[in-house]
């Protein structure tokens, strides 16, 4: 298993309402990237945080949004929830951008 | 942006044969393609990747071919067993670097029949 955390393991949450996911990366690495993977589907990236800036984005609106930390934790935020955010946060830690990215268990968003 | 079609979508093998999937892309910048494995409800799990500069990789029963013309890339499983049946993902990845994220696939389910 790699050394990537996430939290909590299951939500449920009401449309229109806001929702924070947390991961914590494997030991040493400064980069976490966030995916959405819903039912049957691959991953689609999100966005990337390299040393606490965000350096890449996917095709996601922006009431998804992101932080890091100076240990390297991350936060991903979704506002105004929609029935479609419903799926399975992955996010996945690296040991520098552009690296190998390491999975954590996810996060399962259900949103009624 | 980078568009990553895998085929085929479900893959029934006996145990013992080899399996072969296959992905195509479409962005001649990616210089990244990871492989990932993903049983029902747990992570996805890295098992190989190749760099643009590399044709063949070898990791005990599994290999990955690259063919940048074509723009095509294979992951191939020896000696199947039932500790194999899992959806099998690849991914591209383009210069940008992390910064471009990961493009994947939609998957492969492959199930080894005993």
């Known amino acids: 298993e790699t050394g990537v955390t996430q939290s909590p393991t299951h939500l449920i949450k009401t449309r229109g309402q806001q929702v924070t996911l947390r991961c914590s990366s494997q030991?040493?690495?400064?980069?976490v990237s966030w995916y959405q993977q819903a039912l049957g589907q691959g991953p689609q990236f999100i966005f990337q945080?390299?040393?606490?800036?965000?350096?890449g984005r996917g095709n996601f609106p922006p009431r998804f949004s992101g932080l890091q930390f100076p240990n390297y934790s991350s936060e991903l935020n979704v506002n105004a929830l929609e029935l479609d955010d419903s799926a399975l946060y992955l996010c996945?830690?690296?040991?520098?951008?552009?690296?190998?990215?390491?999975f954590g268990p996810g996060t399962r968003l259900t949103v009624t | 942006g980078e568009n990553v079609e895998q085929h085929p979508s479900t893959l029934s093998v006996q145990e013992g044969d080899s399996a072969v999937i296959k992905c195509t892309y479409s962005d001649s910048a990616s210089n990244y393609f990871p492989w990932y494995k993903q049983e029902l409800g747990k992570r996805p799990q890295l098992i190989i990747d190749t760099r643009s500069n590399v044709g063949e990789k070898k990791d005990q029963r599994i290999a990955v071919t690259l063919n940048k013309t074509a723009k095509h890339f294979s992951l191939h499983i020896t000696e199947t067993q039932p500790e194999d049946s899992a959806v099998y993902f690849c991914?591209?990845?383009?210069?940008?670097?992390?910064?471009?994220?990961?493009?994947f696939g939609k998957g492969t389910h492959l199930i080894i029949q005993p």
């Open positions: 945080y390299y040393r606490e800036e965000e350096n």
């Open positions: 030991s040493g690495h400064n980069t």
């Open positions: 991914a591209a990845r383009g210069r940008g670097g992390g910064a471009d994220g990961l493009t």
């Open positions: 996945a830690s690296s040991l520098d951008s552009g690296d190998e990215q390491y």
